[in-house]
Each structure stands twice: as C-alpha cells, then as structure tokens.
C-alpha cells in the first residue's frame, strides 16, 4: 500500500515564498505529481517528478529525493491567486496508471 | 476545445435514489478515472476504466457502478446501496498507462451529490 503525508494549513505572505512536503511510503514508485486545487474547483496539474532533483516551471518548483520518501512544492513571489489546496499524488507500479493522493494542504496567502 | 466535461455541476437526490453522473472526454485518453473527494480530504479512487468494455474497482468501489461502452464517456451510477454518498465527484482521463509524464491525469470540473 501506499501513504502520503502533507500539512494540513499553511499561511503564507503575499511575495513571500512558500515551501510545502510531502513524503511517502510506497511498495514501489513511478512518479509523483503536485496538483492545485481552488475551492470547488477541480485539481489542475503543477508538476511532475520522476528522477531526483529540482523540476522549474516559473514561479513553482517541484522536488524528489526517492531515497528519503520525500518531495516538496516551492511557490515563489506568492500572490493572492494562489491561496488554494496543494495536492500530492503518488503513482506507484500498477498497471491503472493509478494514483494515491495525500489529503491536501491548504495555502492561505495573507496581504 | 479539447476537454473534460461533467454534468451537472449540481445535483440533488433523495435518499434510496441512484444517480448518474456524466463524464464526456475528447482528448482521445484510454483512460478514465472516477474520485470522490469529501470536505478537507484527499481523493479517493472509486472505478478505473483503462480501455473500452473494461474497468477496475478502485479503493471505494462499493455502491458505485460505471460502464465504458465509448472511449469518450465513463458515467458513474451512485446506487441506493452507497450510505454516505454526499460528496464531490470528479471524474479525470489520461493518455495511457504506460508510466510516463504523458500519463498525467487531468480532471473534469466535478459534480457536487448532495442527498436530502
């Protein structure tokens, strides 16, 4: 099986930047993806990690180590826009493509 | 434009009833997925669809029921036998299941179940 763990809240300043981890303990590992997700809306996709290291894409940055079970989501120049719910998924070996999501953590940016 | 749709975006039943909720996709994706998401939790798999006339029991399958008799619809039943079924739907495709970036999930924008 697969277990994912993330903070529940976070609370960050506008312009600031934010870190958010994630780790998790898997019988096999085939990427991990970070989504965000507005209130009452549907997650959209962030990024995707599969080898070690640091992933840019703008102001977000997404990281792996696969040896510590461990990943974090990096916001950079915070804006109110991104005051959401960050997802986690796993995908682990399984032949659905399925993935395990952690519960969420949601970000609160503050004036 | 290429995309995720569900319908509707609300939708109410009395207690004992089924539903069907809608999921239509023309990305051209093998693969469909259905998710329940209840208030500050994650998503929870319920059926997968990896090709046409077959599909999986995710993690909460029971009292749920899908079909795949097109490549672009994956509707989900929500039966009388499912006791909590109040929550957010979403449904999500991908290119395939081989493994890689291409197979990321993308998702439909959900279908709020409230039973009365």
């Known amino acids: 099986g697969q277990n994912i763990d993330q903070p529940t809240e976070m609370t960050a300043t506008e312009g600031a930047i934010v870190q958010i981890n994630c780790t998790y303990q898997?019988?096999?590992?085939?990427?991990l993806f970070w989504y965000q997700q507005h209130a009452g809306e549907a997650p959209t996709f962030l990024s995707y990690?599969?080898?070690?290291g640091l992933e840019e894409k703008g102001r977000f940055s997404s990281f792996l180590s696969r040896s510590k079970g461990y990943s974090y989501l990096l916001l950079k120049e915070l804006q109110m826009k991104d005051s959401a719910s960050y997802l986690c998924a796993v995908r682990g070996h399984n032949a659905g493509n399925m993935l395990t999501f952690g519960g969420g953590t949601r970000l609160m940016v503050k004036p | 434009d290429g995309g995720i749709t569900q319908s509707p975006k609300y939708l109410f039943r009395k207690e004992g009833q089924n539903v069907t909720l809608s999921c239509e996709q023309n990305l051209n994706h093998d693969a469909m997925y259905w998710y329940r998401q209840d208030p500050g939790q994650g998503l929870r798999l319920i059926y997968y669809?990896?090709?046409?006339?077959?599909?999986q029991k995710g993690d909460i399958a029971e009292g749920y029921s899908v079909s795949r008799e097109k490549k672009e619809s994956f509707p989900l039943t929500v039966t009388s036998a499912q006791k909590n079924p109040t929550a957010f739907y979403l449904c999500?495709?991908?290119?395939?299941?081989?493994?890689?970036?291409?197979?990321?999930?993308?998702f439909g924008p959900g279908t709020r179940l409230t039973v009365l």
């Open positions: 669809s990896q090709i046409v006339n077959d599909f």
């Open positions: 999500a495709s991908s290119g395939s299941s081989g493994g890689s970036r291409g197979d990321t999930q993308y």
């Open positions: 898997t019988s096999g590992f085939n990427g």
């Open positions: 990690n599969v080898l070690d």
